[in-house]
């Protein structure tokens, strides 16, 4: 290994050691993480011993199942963790699989999207004192946000309740 890649890799290793976004959990599995949207919790399981409960902010819309693209409701259903983006504009997100074949075919019935992109994310400062303030998604403190992103694997099930 010549000098420069010496280098170059002892900076990003140093830069990474030093990175706090990224959390290790060695804890038990989340095997479900469940939502009560009314309550403005959410609750991460191994098997049914909670592990963690977070408080969060939902949709411009909160009340009922998400429909239609920009309608700012919130999905309810089963789904589960599609992705994870350690680069959101949203600090960490982990990605809902919503929409599904039922969310597809009742937008196409009314002649409109379903929208998509539906994720638990982090809180920009501008938002932080703000209620119900996105687009559809579950928004959590970005310290809490990085425990999720630690915590949750894809293909996690998510449960959101009304």
């Known amino acids: 290994m010549n000098r420069r890649t ?19 959990y060695a804890g ?9 949207k009314e309550r403005r919790k959410m609750f ?20 009922g199942h998400k429909q239609v ?8 259903g089963a789904y589960y963790i599609d992705r994870k983006n350690p680069n959101s504009r949203f600090y960490l997100s982990i ?8 969310d597809r075919a009742r ?5 409109q999207s379903p929208g998509g992109d539906i994720f638990i994310h982090g809180t920009p400062k501008r938002f932080r ?19 999720i992103y630690a915590m949750v694997n894809i293909g996690t099930p998510i449960f959101l309740y009304p």
């Open 95 to 102: 990605g809902i699989s919503y929409p599904n074949n039922r």
């Open 6 to 24: 010496f280098t170059s890799a002892a900076a990003l290793f140093a830069l990474t050691a030093c990175s706090n976004k990224f959390r290790v």
């Open 44 to 63: 991460l399981l191994n098997e049914q011993d909670v592990l963690k409960t977070y408080d969060f902010e939902l949709g411009f819309a909160p009340t």
């Open 129 to 147: 004192r703000e209620p119900d303030w996105t687009w559809g998604c579950l928004a959590v403190k970005d310290r809490e946000m990085e425990d």
């Open 69 to 76: 693209e920009g309608d700012g409701r919130t999905p309810e």
């Open 28 to 36: 038990p599995p989340v095997t479900s993480i469940v939502v009560q």
């Open 107 to 111: 937008a196409a019935a009314m002649g």
